[in-house]
């Protein structure tokens, strides 16, 4: 006989079906809730809709400048004649023409507080954007930070470019002296022309948008390479004939003078259009205009005017002491305070043939003791060393001198006949008033000057 289910039977096996419902249902609806809870809110792409509506990132300020007034070389018959000059385009990675960084801020015994700090930040008009636009779910990732620093615009792709320009127009202007160096008269950095949002830099500007301060005075990380944030200028040519003169370093000064009403050529710092598609000379110096229509005449950047003065003994033909600052904003070309930048006197560094340097020459110039330098001292040389390496160059704070560490270089050509004017003769160096060449080179110099604020 075949048996029914009696009703209780019937009864647990419903209530066994439909707890197993209950607890799949729920199993299923615990699953989903936390795997959503696992999807991180995806980055908004960044692309053709909305690139252009990102402001422009960056903002750099420079500290420091330094001029280096070496430029006698030599064309090739001289070289054949004279077999004891030396030039110090033997060596650019020693010897330039400008220098420009940023640096932590120095000590200021002239007013007893310090130089003003320099660095990379973040514009607070592309910090709101991103908080405002560029957010899913009430959150900014750092993905969505990364989007926006490598594909807007404005700066994708940028590098950091110093160059001398013509103020109009000053996108594309960039000033070649001498046609055969038109490769070393301009400077991308960070070193070797790494874009700003380089992967290796990445993790550093999405912490510098939220928290843009202080300023980043270099990029990248000691287990890969740290980058300081500087370029260099070398107005030189290792082609023959070698023309970079000192005639032709007079007209650089006069051009970059803070006087010449009618020159209106300035020493920038500016951001290059995107080096990851640029692909000739031309469009790699390019620098970034402040404007969606690409206006050639207000980029992002600084622009210096310059002021060189002759040493204040003697009576000397030359120019060669860089020794006023005054900045301009290139986004509105308006000028800063006179007061913004100051450059020293204790910061003008005579340069010393090596073959005048050892005791009993000309101009004695040594390493500094281990101890016994003054505060002022100490400081000035901490501030000489960012700019000119120790493995290049002996740096005296006591004596106010550098020389070439390498006996083989020289700043100063034709050594075979000449002296150097050292500590300004009554007399004229370099030329006379008949412009006949005199056998006394003027003395070289570098000069600092640093930024007030």
């Known amino acids: 006989m075949k048996l029914m289910p009696t009703r209780s039977q019937w009864t647990f096996v419903g209530l066994s079906f439909g707890i197993l419902v209950i607890l799949t249902s729920f199993q299923n609806c615990g699953t989903q809730e936390y795997s959503d809870s696992l999807v991180a809110p995806s980055a908004p792409d960044v692309n053709a809709s909305n690139a252009d509506g990102i402001p422009f990132a960056y ?12 430029s006698h070389s030599r064309d090739e018959d001289s070289a054949k004649k004279l077999k004891a000059s030396t030039t110090h385009l033997d ?20 007013t007893g507080g310090n130089y003003g700090s320099g660095g990379l930040s973040i514009r607070k008009e592309f910090i709101d954007y991103v908080i405002t636009k560029l957010k899913f779910q009430g959150t900014v990732s750092d993905t969505n930070i990364q989007n926006a620093l490598t594909n807007a615009t404005a700066h994708g792709g940028t590098a950091l470019q110093l160059a001398i320009r013509d103020s109009t ?8 002296f001498d046609p055969q160096t038109e490769n070393s008269d301009y400077d991308l950095f ?11 830099f990445l993790p550093q500007l999405v912490d510098l948008v939220k928290s843009p301060l202080p300023r980043l005075t270099s990029l990248g990380t000691a287990a890969l390479q740290t980058y300081r944030l500087e370029g260099a200028i070398h107005f030189e040519t290792k082609k023959t004939p070698l023309l970079y003169d000192e005639h032709q ?19 920038t710092v500016t951001y290059s ?168 080179d003027c003395a070289e110099f570098v000069s600092v000057c640093l930024r007030n604020n």
């Open 59 to 70: 903002d750099y300020k420079a500290n420091q400048i330094t001029y280096m007034s070496c």
């Open 91 to 110: 060596d650019p990675n020693a010897f330039f023409t400008f220098k420009v960084g940023s640096y932590e801020a120095a000590k200021n015994f002239s």
């Open 169 to 176: 127009p000053i996108a594309t202007s960039i000033i070649y």
């Open 190 to 200: 960070p070193q070797g022309g790494k874009i700003l949002a380089s992967n290796e």
């Open 249 to 267: 370093a007079q007209l650089v000064r006069e051009q970059l003078s803070s006087a010449s009403s009618d020159l209106n050529r300035l020493l």
């Open 273 to 440: 259009k995107d080096q990851r598609v640029a692909d000739n000379f031309k469009t790699n110096y390019y620098a970034t205009s402040t404007t969606i229509d690409g206006s050639e005449n207000r980029v992002w950047g600084q622009g210096f005017k310059l002021k060189f003065s002759p040493m204040p003994t003697g009576v000397r033909w030359v120019a060669n002491i860089l020794t006023s600052v005054t900045e301009s904003d290139l986004s509105t070309f308006s000028n800063l305070p006179a007061s913004t930048w100051s450059c020293p006197e204790q910061l003008r560094y005579v340069i010393v043939s090596p073959l005048d340097r050892n005791d009993g020459g000309a101009y004695p110039c040594k390493d500094p003791p281990l101890a016994g330098l003054t505060p002022q001292q100490s400081n000035d040389l901490a501030i000489l060393k960012r700019q000119l390496s120790t493995a290049d160059w002996i740096i005296d704070p006591i004596n106010q001198c550098v020389s070439p560490r390498k006996t083989s270089l020289d700043c100063y050509a034709n050594r075979a006949f000449n002296t150097i004017d050292y500590l300004g003769s009554t007399s004229r160096c370099g030329l006379d008033d008949n412009n006949n060449y005199l056998h006394r």
